[in-house]
T-cell receptor, first 113, second 112 residues
Framework: SAVISQKPSRDICQRGTSLTIQCQVD?????MFWYRQQPGQSLTLIAT?????????ESGFVIDKFPISRPNLTFSTLTVSNMSPEDSSIYLC??????????FGPGTRLTVL | LAKTTQPISMDSYEGQEVNITCSHNNIATNDYITWYQQFPSQGPRFIIQ???TKVTNEVASLFIPADRKSSTLSLPRVSLSDTAVYYC?????????????FGGGTRVLVKP
C-alpha cells in the first residue's frame, strides 16, 4: 500500500490567482495521477505525471491551466492557474500500478471566490 | 474502457444487506470489474475486484453472472459508517497508463 498526503487540505482563493497543490507519497512510484472532483460529482482525471517527462493531459485539460511538476519519484505538484469560481473542486492525487491498487490522497478542497 | 451504469442513490438501514448492481453491457474479454468506495471528505479506496462468478473479502462480495454484462456489489449487514459513494469501474487490471475512469457512482445512505 501507499500513504499519500496532500497540502493544503483546503484553501479559499480569489479569482485570477493561482494555487499549487502538493502531493507526497511514502514510497517511490512510477506514475502519479491528478483528479478533479467537482461538487457532488464523480472524479475526472486531469493528467498523469511521470517522473522525468512531461505530464500527459486528458481531453479538456491543458498545461497552461494545470501545470504539473514531478521532480522525483515521491512528489508532484499541480497548479491551478488563473482561477475562476468554476475551478472550485476537490483535487486529488493518486498512485498505483493497476486498477485494483490505486491509492488516493485525502484531497485538497479549493473554493474560488 | 466499458461504460458503466449504476443507480444514483440507495437508502438502507443498519443491519441490512445492500446490493448495488452495475450494468456494463460492452465489457471486453480482458476487462475486470472493480469497486471503489469514497467516504465524505476522503479519496476513494479499493474494496473489491473480480472477473467472473463470485469474489468475497472481509468488506464485500461481488457477484458476476456468466455473461458478465452486469455485476452486483453486496455489503452485508451495513452500519452507519458504510455511508459512502460506491463506484463501479470496468477495465483491464493494467489499464492503459493505469488510469481509472470513474462513472457516476451510487450514493448509499445508511440510516439508524
Amino acid at each position: 500500500s501507499a500513504v499519500i498526503s496532500q497540502k493544503p487540505s483546503r484553501d479559499i482563493c480569489q479569482r485570477g490567482t493561482s494555487l499549487t497543490i502538493q502531493c507526497q507519497v511514502d514510497s517511490q512510484v512510477t506514475m502519479m495521477f491528478w483528479y478533479r472532483q467537482q461538487p457532488g460529482q464523480s472524479l475526472t482525471l486531469i493528467a498523469t505525471a511521470n517522473q522525468g517527462s512531461e505530464a500527459t493531459y486528458e481531453s479538456g485539460f491543458v498545461i497552461d491551466k494545470f501545470p504539473i511538476s514531478r521532480p522525483n519519484l515521491t512528489f508532484s505538484t499541480l497548479t491551478v492557474s488563473n482561477m475562476s469560481p468554476e475551478d472550485s473542486s476537490i483535487y486529488l492525487c493518486s498512485v498505483g500500478e493497476g486498477t485494483d491498487t490505486q491509492y488516493f490522497g485525502p484531497g485538497t478542497r479549493l473554493t474560488v471566490l | 474502457l466499458a461504460k458503466t451504469t449504476q443507480p444514483i442513490s440507495m437508502d438502507s438501514y443498519e443491519g441490512q444487506e445492500v446490493n448495488i448492481t452495475c450494468s456494463h453491457n460492452n465489457i471486453a474479454t480482458n476487462d475486470y470489474i472493480t469497486w471503489y468506495q469514497q467516504f465524505p471528505s476522503q479519496g476513494p479506496r479499493f474494496i473489491i475486484q473480480g472477473y467472473k462468478t463470485k469474489v468475497t473479502n472481509e468488506v464485500a462480495s461481488l457477484f458476476i453472472p456468466a455473461d458478465r454484462k452486469s455485476s452486483t456489489l453486496s455489503l452485508p449487514r451495513v452500519s452507519l459508517s458504510d455511508t459512502a459513494v460506491y463506484y463501479c469501474l470496468v477495465g483491464p487490471v493494467k489499464a492503459a497508463g493505469n488510469k481509472l475512469t470513474f462513472g457516476g457512482g451510487t450514493r448509499v445512505l445508511v440510516k439508524p
